[in-house]
């Protein structure tokens, strides 16, 4: 069964760059796209990017300046940065298996417990 | 980028009744939809894909349906686990999105 263990560190100031790293357990890591979700205290989910395993990479337009997702296919690991970060990147951000795309459609059918940023000076 | 929009945004409903959620794509998505149930402090989980192929093991009471710009996920006899937030997502393009969640509450 696969599992997916996230971390990184959890308060920040602003202009710094958040880094979450997430290792997949369990199962296979190549076939499948690998993604970054997040939601703000009491909001909604939102969509950050993925990536494969071979770096193919899609991104949300509006975080892409700031944003980079990377793989390291030797661990089964995939991290996230995020840079310059302000107190509207507050929230729980969630890594996540992306499958279905031998279908057309693209669904996050395993998830991380999520790990709670925050931005504060 | 494509919105997707709920409706309600919230919902009261008691255990046994028959609730259905409404997601509307500003453009077509075909069928590339999903639909998530996430329940507090807890990460979403994948009820149904492709707007009607229901995740292994998910209860039967859950379906969905829709295709072009409209879905519904219905809940054909509500059980007290199922009072959550629910939440569609378009896979169509690849700049993904979600909806803004309905909220599911006791009557």
């Known amino acids: 069964q696969v599992q997916l263990q996230q971390w990184g560190a959890g308060l920040l100031k602003p202009s710094e760059t958040l880094s979450l790293t997430c290792a997949v357990y369990?199962?296979?890591?190549?076939?499948?796209?690998w993604s970054w979700i997040r939601q703000p205290p009491g909001k909604g989910l939102e969509w950050i990017g993925e990536?494969?395993?071979?770096?193919?990479?899609n991104y949300n337009p509006s975080l892409k300046s700031r944003v980079t997702i990377s793989v390291d296919t030797s661990k089964n690991q995939f991290s996230l940065k995020l840079s310059s970060v302000t107190a509207a990147d507050t929230a729980v951000y969630y890594c996540?298996?992306?499958?279905?795309?031998?279908?057309?459609?693209?669904?996050?059918?395993?998830w991380g417990k999520g790990t709670t940023v925050t931005v504060s000076s | 980028d494509i919105q997707m929009t709920q409706s309600p945004s919230s919902l009261s409903a008691s255990v046994g009744d028959r609730v259905t959620i409404t997601c509307r794509a500003s453009?077509?998505?075909?069928?590339?939809l999903n639909w998530y149930q996430q329940k507090p402090g807890k990460a979403p989980k994948l009820l149904i894909y492709?707007?009607?192929s229901l995740q292994s093991g998910v209860p039967s009471r859950f379906s969905g349906s829709g295709s072009g710009t409209d879905f519904t996920l219905t809940i054909s006899s509500l059980q007290p686990e199922d009072f959550a937030t629910y939440y569609c997502?378009?896979?169509?393009?690849?700049?993904?999105?979600f909806g803004q969640g309905t909220k599911l509450e006791i009557k």
């Open positions: 996540a298996r992306t499958d279905g795309y031998f279908l057309g459609v693209g669904y996050m059918d395993v």
């Open positions: 369990g199962g296979s890591f190549s076939g499948y796209y």
């Open positions: 990536i494969n395993h071979s770096g193919s990479t």
């Open positions: 453009q077509s998505i075909s069928s590339y």
């Open positions: 492709a707007a009607s």
């Open positions: 997502q378009q896979s169509y393009s690849t700049q993904v999105t």
